[in-house]
């Protein structure tokens, strides 16, 4: 028989964990990895902390030195981004109109930052995603005293803390009442909103953006109430949209992501893995609205790797049910497990000093578990969770 060809679109985490993983499982299969961006794969998470402090080299993000990559015996086709895809003839179109054939298909092309039309393109205006996103707004942070972020999620709560630490002024917009709400929901939102708040953060809460301030340059932010936000550098940090442009017309369910089985699998032969794969929940139980999941987390394109690895090379394995996030803000560390739902309570096992440890829940099963400060009573409230807790919790 002819050696299967695998194709991995996207090499990034999720794309280079998944290589690796059907290497590491036997599979000697020819493989072409297709990456948008020059040179080998890197990790996103420390471009919003030690990157943009200059604690990092941007190097230190390579997620494998020159000979492991080489070890893997990859095609890799590096800064080439696929056009198109065409599920019924196993043909992917590339940019510079190369065709490729496959036998395997896995989709890892991620997101990229949500941008505001109605905002002008104005210098020290960014967004952050790529290493060079990154360096480009390290470059204006470093020359200026004032810094807008817009948008109070997790990037724009990382990306003002690393701001503050550099002794800069630094101002947080959001329409929302506090920060992360979305994920962390409104106590716990508060909590993190305070700790902002209290180290010197500026909030402007439950405030829409009316527009930039400058000619060439950005010298500001106004707001809808005709507040001005000082600001010599602005970050856009308002969320993220899969990659998923190209995929139109190709056959696949598109839905804020590629749709997927509980393997992750699209379509046969064809999986999608990290940021760009919406996930069917292996729970019948759950209602129509939690039944698919779109998770832009580190460890989620890990699980989403090794999980799609395993199903390829002969072991059919969906990926773990409890998501795992962590952000390091003003000096410490968030950790959540699962997720928090809109209707859920919340009962703090742990809250002193600055530490606190909560789990939240409703309808008789518990869905998530947050810690500040506290790892070890995190991980065994996790542990919990992925066995199935109940809500409310039962004591030990």
Not at 204 to 230: F, I, N, S
Not at 298 to 308: I, P
């Amino acid at each position: 028989m002819p050696t299967q060809h695998i194709v991995v679109v996207g090499a990034s985490l999720a794309g280079l964990r998944t290589v690796q993983g059907l290497r590491l499982r036997g599979s000697e299969a020819r493989i072409t990895l297709i990456g948008a961006e020059r040179g080998l794969p890197y990790t996103r998470p420390p471009l919003s902390k030690e990157v943009l402090t200059g604690k990092a080299e941007p190097e230190s993000t390579r997620l494998i030195s020159a000979a492991d990559f080489a070890a893997l015996n990859v095609e890799y086709r590096d800064g080439t981004a696929a056009r198109s895809l065409e599920v019924s003839t196993r043909t992917i179109v590339l940019e510079d109109g190369e065709t490729v054939d496959y036998d395997i298909l896995v989709i890892a092309t991620g997101s990229s930052p949500r941008r505001i039309p109605s905002l002008p393109e104005l210098d020290g205006v960014h967004v952050l995603r790529t290493i060079e996103d990154a360096l480009a707004l390290k470059r204006d942070v470093d020359a200026a005293e004032a810094v807008a972020v817009i948008g109070g999620g997790f990037i724009g709560a990382e990306v003002a803390s690393s701001v503050h630490a550099l002794g800069k002024q630094v101002a947080i917009i959001d329409v929302l009442p506090v920060l992360m709400q979305r994920g962390l929901g409104d106590v716990l939102a508060e909590r993190m909103t305070e700790l902002h708040r209290a180290a010197g953060v500026t909030l402007h809460l439950g405030a829409g953006v009316a527009g930039l301030l400058g000619e060439t340059k950005v010298e500001g932010v106004r707001l809808a109430d005709g507040t001005v936000v000082p600001a010599e550098v602005v970050l856009v940090g308002v969320g993220a949209s899969p990659n998923t442009q190209w995929l139109e017309g190709s056959g696949l369910e598109i839905t804020d992501g590629v749709v997927c089985d509980e393997y992750l699998r699209a379509a046969e032969d064809v999986y999608a893995v990290g940021d760009v794969a919406r996930w069917t929940l292996p729970d019948s139980d759950a209602t129509e609205s939690s039944r698919t999941l779109r998770a832009e987390h580190w460890t989620a394109a890990v699980e989403h790797a090794d999980a799609v690895s395993a199903t390829i090379t002969g072991t059919p394995t969906p990926p773990p049910t409890v998501a795992y996030v962590w952000s390091d803000q003003l000096g410490i560390k968030l950790q959540i497990g699962g997720h928090v739902a809109v209707q859920d309570e919340i009962l703090f096992l742990l809250d002193e000093d600055g530490r606190f440890l909560a789990v939240t829940g409703s309808e008789g099963v518990q869905h998530g578990v947050i810690a500040v400060k506290a790892p070890a009573q995190f991980i065994k409230q996790k542990m919990k969770l992925a066995a199935g807790a109940p809500w409310p919790p039962v004591e030990d």
